[in-house]
Antibody, heavy 113, light 107 residues
């Protein structure tokens, strides 16, 4: 069974940092591109970042470019999102997503003073 | 960026109704269009991929059609567990984008 389990969400002050992790199982992690997608409370879905299967290439939404970094450890089957210079508008549930098919349960990031 | 226009944004329907949700993209996505169902407090669940293919385990009352820029999701006979919000999503080009959602509730 495919499983994606996010962790690392927390409440942080504006300007702070967090690192999210997504532990995967049930499939060959290194075969898939992975994404982070976020959802503002009560609102729609917004793509954040993607990384190719071997970690050599990544892309970002304009709203997070230069502040967030997506990475992966194919030996440990973990996807990461390093979030720096956090803003109030980054408050959301963050999901890791395999290609476009399987989603984790999400982890809540709250940026507030 | 590819803009996604989903309609309606909400609808009220009765059990057994046929429900149709539309999604239009601002430029062609060929068939790289997917549909998700989301219930409150839960992650989105894939319903249809590549415009018309049902993943294993998705009931056959769900169907998808379209290509290029115009797509539809049809629920042939609405069941109690189908009350949820539905999103379309294109994976044709970055940035990936999503429709604004269609909330289906009980009339």
């Amino acid at each position: 069974e495919v499983q994606l389990v996010e962790s690392g969400g927390d409440r942080v002050q504006p300007g702070g940092s967090l690192r999210l992790a997504c532990a995967v199982s049930g499939f060959t992690f290194s075969d898939y591109w992975m994404h982070w997608v976020r959802q503002d409370p009560g609102k729609g879905l917004v793509w954040v970042a993607r990384i190719n299967n071997d970690g050599s290439s990544s892309s970002y939404a304009d709203s997070v470019k230069g502040r967030f970094t997506i990475s992966r450890d194919n030996a440990e089957n973990i996807l990461y999102l390093q979030m720096n210079s956090l803003r109030v508008e980054d408050t959301a549930v963050y999901y890791c997503v395999r290609a476009s098919d399987n989603w984790g349960q999400g982890t809540l990031v709250t940026v507030s003073s | 960026d590819i803009q996604m226009t989903q309609s309606p944004s909400s609808l009220s329907a009765s059990l057994g109704d046929r429900v149709i949700i539309s999604c239009r993209t601002s430029q062609t996505v060929t068939t790289n269009l997917h549909w998700y169902q989301q219930k409150p407090g839960k992650a989105p669940k894939l319903l249809i991929y590549r415009a018309s293919t049902l993943p294993n385990g998705v009931p056959s009352r769900f169907s998808g059609s379209g290509s290029g820029t115009d797509f539809t999701l049809t629920i042939s006979s609405l069941q109690p567990e189908d009350f949820a919000t539905y999103y379309c999503h294109q994976s044709h080009s970055l940035p990936l984008t999503f429709g604004g959602g269609t909330k289906v509730d009980l009339k």
